[in-house]
């Protein structure tokens, strides 16, 4: 089966960096994604890694090893508006994409 | 514009009923999806499709059907075989031979079921 494993809930103040980690287990794995979502909203594209390393997008990277079957979002310089909720998901064989469960993550001005 | 419309943003049905949900985009995009939301939950998959005339189920396809006559259209009907079919619905669709498979979301429907 597929399962990906993230804390469900993180608190961080503003101004500074948060990291969500991601754990997956998969029969097949393509890259890992990660979504932001605000409340009532559709999920919107932060970044996807297919191979091991740092992706930098501003003021937001995301790490991959595929080796330990990990990958987190960190996030820089927190803005009140970056309070949301942070999806990873995997994407296996035959476009098959799996969402985790989600973080929801508060920021305190 | 390009983007993905989904209609209604909200639709309320009686117990025992089937309901088809409209998704449509013109991202000329091969990969459709199918995702559920309840409350505080993630996104489930229920059905994707990578090209027309095709698709397969996802994780919790029981009691859902979809259909992939046009490219552009990934209608999905929540059967009264579904136990539990009030939550909010999302269609997404992707380039599925780009660079990072980028999924783009519609604004969702929100389905009640009484």
């Known amino acids: 089966g597929q399962s990906l494993e993230q804390p469900s809930e993180v608190t961080a103040v503003e101004g500074a960096i948060v990291q969500i980690n991601c754990t997956y287990q998969?029969?097949?794995?393509?890259?890992l994604s990660w979504y932001q979502q605000h409340d009532g909203g559709a999920p919107t594209f932060l970044s996807y890694n297919a191979l091991d390393g740092l992706e930098e997008t501003g003021r937001f990277s995301s790490f991959l090893s595929r080796s330990d079957s990990y990958g987190y979002l960190l996030l820089q310089e927190l803005q009140m508006k970056d309070s949301a909720s942070y999806f990873c998901?995997?994407?296996?064989?035959?476009?098959?994409?799996?969402f985790g469960k989600g973080t929801r993550l508060h920021i305190l001005p | 514009d390009g983007g993905i419309t989904q209609s209604p943003k909200y639709l309320f049905r009686k117990e025992g009923q089937n309901v088809t949900l409209s998704c449509e985009q013109n991202l000329n995009h091969d990969a459709m999806y199918w995702y559920r939301q309840d409350p505080g939950q993630g996104l489930r998959l229920i059905y994707y499709?990578?090209?027309?005339?095709?698709?397969q189920k996802g994780d919790i396809a029981e009691g859902y059907s979809v259909s992939r006559e046009k490219k552009e259209s990934f209608p999905l009907t929540v059967t009264s075989a579904q136990k539990n079919p009030t939550a909010f619905y999302l269609c997404a669709s992707s380039a599925s031979r780009g660079m990072n498979y980028e999924q783009y979301f519609g604004p969702g429907t929100r389905l009640t079921v009484t």
């Open positions: 998901a995997v994407r296996s064989r035959d476009d098959k994409i799996i």
């Open positions: 499709s990578q090209i027309v005339n095709d698709f």
């Open positions: 998969t029969s097949g794995f393509y890259g």
